[in-house]
């Protein structure tokens, strides 16, 4: 275990291999549990929410994915959906045997890809005493079809070719043809949208993680593009929030609200921006809204079936749904 002044690092068993997460030590007895999306680690992908849920208190778990980062699993920067849930569902257990933690206290946060998970985790495990999902790939159908619009038809091709090829050399245990998480329009990437190219200035400023590896096996995005965990969230029992940015042209920003709208406990934040504003100007807006969330639902919170949904600026009052 490694330990630094306010976190240290913690190891569980995910599958056949194990799972490598930050542990963030709290004091009010709730505790947080988040991941990153899609090939994004757990420092680039969590640090700036990680922290300030810690300083309010909040104990914070917040994992590599197998095949990424300090966790275990081979071949490296594989995405495959079944397994990311299932380090979910152990960090879930994990988490509820840390010291000063509240079983009955945990929440989940994720964005992008694994503010998808956020869906169909919350929806499996109704113990969970809230969920956040930022900025969530909802829809997966959805977002492929937006990203051909700004993709030259034949880079697309040159995209599933690559997956298809990628995949069946797996199947002969190939080592992964890698694609960059993000490129400029015509070059062959998992994101190629307007609001994409910023992933780096959002999660990496200053190439503050040097080790964070910008790429996924192509194989992963064939499974990224039919995921729809979206469709999990009238199943979601706990609080969810979802928070959605109005020009988000990587995860769309519809899908998400609707899947709030369908929860019966949801609550929706939209703000202005693309896909990870939340991490740029728009952060400390993003921020406040998740941690009222969180003080109101792990903290002090309502009564059972209550539901609210909130539009506009992240610091509305929710409203109740009509």
Known sequence: MSVSAEREKVRWVSGDTECAAWHYPGTNGACVIMAGGGGVTKEPGTDPFARRFHDAGFTVLALDHRHLGESGGQPRQVVRIGEQLADWQAAIAFAATLPGVDPARLAIWGFSLSGGHVFRVAARNPHLAAAIAQTPNADG???????MRHQKPLVMLRLTAMGLLDAVGGLFGRQPLLVPLAGKPGTVALLTTPDGIDGDRALNPDNR????????????VLRIG???PGR?????RCPLLVLVCDQDRSALAEPAAAAARRAPRGELVR??????????????HA???????????LIDPAPAGHSAIATGAADSSPERPA
Do not use: C, I, K
């Not at 999990?232 to 979601?236: K, L, M, N, R, T």
């Open 271 to 284: 703000m202005p921006g693309g896909h990870y504003e939340p991490f740029l100007e728009g952060h400390e």
């Open 287 to 297: 921020v406040e809204a998740e941690l009222a969330f969180l003080r109101r639902h």
């Open 226 to 228: 039919s995921y729809r």
């Open 141 to 147: 159908p959805a977002a492929t079809r937006n990203a």
């Open 232 to 236: 999990y969230a009238s199943e979601v």
């Open 209 to 220: 993680y040097p080790d964070w590896q910008q790429a996924v096996a192509a194989r992963s």
